[in-house]
């Protein structure tokens, strides 16, 4: 006898959802929130999940953040949930600095956005 088996990634859009306060842009906004997962296969159908992380994207500065286990099966259970920002820690430093004014891209340094003039935190 014969058996395929075998453990497969996978990740699953959970769409937009709301954040309170994110650390990097100090502001709120709508960020996409990802879940990422391992799952064993046996003849190439998928049987269960395990090792479920989830993770958030910051729309401005593109920063990633890990949630909390609990938080994110609150969030994927609750389409209408809003991301509490104290249950989520930085995986990946932003990528670029925007301007939270105009959404200008701006050097990391700067004080002042060079587009509108708005202070930069």
Do not use: W
Request: contains cysteine; positive net charge; hydrophobic residues 35%.
């Amino acid at each position: 006898m014969f058996f395929i088996i075998g453990v497969t990634s996978g990740a699953h859009d959970l769409g937009l959802r709301r954040c309170g306060c994110l650390p990097c842009c100090s502001g709120g906004a709508m960020a996409a929130v990802t879940c990422t997962f391992q799952q064993f296969t046996l003849f190439f159908i998928p049987l269960f999940r395990f090792g479920k992380r989830y993770f958030v994207t910051c729309p401005n500065c593109g920063t990633v953040y890990e949630l909390a286990k609990d938080e994110g099966r609150r969030i994927e259970k609750d389409s209408a949930a809003e991301i509490n920002p104290e249950r989520m820690y930085v995986v990946q430093g932003a990528s670029r600095k925007t301007c939270p004014g105009c959404g200008c891209a701006v050097d990391p340094n700067s004080r002042y956005c060079p587009n509108c003039g708005a202070r930069l935190l």
